[in-house]
Every structure is written in structure tokens, then in C-alpha cells.
């Protein structure tokens, strides 16, 4: 998994990931933002995750919900569990890689980690 972070020409913070990733960008940037508070807690439990101190956990957002237990991470638009489809385009496949992705626990402590030094400094 690959991303890249910074700030737009407006100061507004970005996170672009890799194909098949792209979803916890947009976690980040719509979802934990530049809450240090939550980013903390974020990490404390995946420290506990990882001492076997809790089996998993889950965090609903406003569009998003991610869901970590001791291995593995997943980060899934609320979008996808809609079931009303009023569209007509039931037979189409939509891309839906911009809402829903995982990543392993070590993998997603680091990216919260990195994200954590760009919005401090």
C-alpha cells in the first residue's frame, strides 16, 4: 500500500493511496481530519489490539465506519449498505474502490502515524 500525504494550495490536508486503497484516504480526510484526540485514541487501540488486551473495534463516522480486530483493518462507506436502488442500473458494476478498502494493523498504525506528523507540523 503506497500514499502519498499533504496540503493543497489552499492549505486543506490530502491523502492519495494506492489503487484498491483509495477508501482510507478518503477516511482520513473526511472522517479523523486533524482530531489529534481521536488519532491518539485511534492508536491506544491498536496498542490493545496488539496485547491482546481487545478482540476488535469499531468506529462509525458520518460516511464511513472502520472496523480494526488484531490483524486486519477495513474502511466501508455507509453508501454500500443501501439497499434502495432507485436507479435502474441495477446490472451495472460500479467502481467502488473510493468506498471500501483494508489494510493490515501494522500497516494502518504507520499511516496513522506519518498522518499524525503532518498535521502536528
Known amino acids: 500500500m503506497e500514499y502519498t500525504f499533504g496540503r493543497d494550495d ?14 482510507i484516504g ?4 473526511e472522517e479523523l481530519g486533524q482530531d489529534q484526540k481521536q488519532l ?9 489490539l496488539q496485547q ?17 480486530d488484531r490483524e ?5 462507506a ?3 449498505d443501501d439497499t434502495t436502488d ?14 471500501e478498502a483494508g489494510c493490515g494493523l501494522d500497516d494502518f498504525r504507520d499511516v496513522l502515524h506519518a498522518w499524525r506528523e503532518l498535521i502536528a507540523g
Open 10 to 23: 489552499i492549505g486543506r490536508y490530502f491523502a492519495e493511496f494506492s489503487m484498491g486503497h483509495e477508501a
Open 26 to 29: 478518503r477516511w482520513l480526510c
Open 52 to 68: 491482546r488486551q481487545r478482540m476488535e473495534y469499531r468506529l462509525d463516522g458520518s460516511e464511513f465506519s472502520l472496523e480494526l
Open 86 to 99: 432507485d436507479t435502474g442500473l441495477e446490472d451495472l458494476d460500479f467502481y467502488n474502490d473510493e468506498l
Open 40 to 48: 491518539q485514541q485511534l492508536l491506544d487501540t491498536i496498542g490493545q
Open 78 to 80: 455507509h453508501s454500500l
Open 72 to 76: 486486519e483493518v477495513r474502511v466501508r
